[in-house]
């Protein structure tokens, strides 16, 4: 089993930057990648950004790219997600997960955090 807890949301005026964190605990040597997603009132649960082990490969959203980055320390066992041009739709709770197989880094997520909310205000 893995624990993912997630830190770094609140509330931003838009055009502002948030840095979210996710620190994993468990068995952590059975990570391989690891990502972002979010959920916005009546809407679904969708992808934001993905990270491999080896951090060599991510994703993005289209409506995240160019603004959002992720990064990951596999020494400190923890994902981030650096935020910047924030923009109202962002706001969301969001979530980080980690898979415990090999594959590709946009699916089959295995271990979910509680979530972390960003507000971004106009």
């Known amino acids: 089993q893995v624990q993912l807890v997630e830190s770094g949301g609140g509330l931003v005026q838009a055009g502002g930057s948030l840095r979210l964190s996710c620190a994993a605990s468990?068995?952590?040597?059975?990570?391989?990648?690891m990502g972002w997603f979010r959920q916005a009132p009546g809407k679904e649960r969708g992808i934001v950004a993905a990270i491999s082990r080896s951090g060599s490969i991510t994703y993005y959203a289209n409506s995240v790219k160019g603004r959002f980055t992720i990064s990951r320390d596999n020494a400190k066992n923890t994902v981030y997600l650096q935020m910047n041009s924030l923009k109202p739709e962002d706001t969301a709770l969001y979530y980080c997960?980690?898979?415990?197989?090999?594959?590709?880094?946009?699916?089959?997520?295995?271990?979910w955090g509680q979530g972390t909310q960003v507000t971004v205000s106009s």
């Open positions: 468990g068995r952590t040597s059975t990570m391989y990648s």
């Open positions: 997960a980690t898979k415990a197989t090999i594959g590709p880094i946009t699916n089959s997520y295995d271990y």
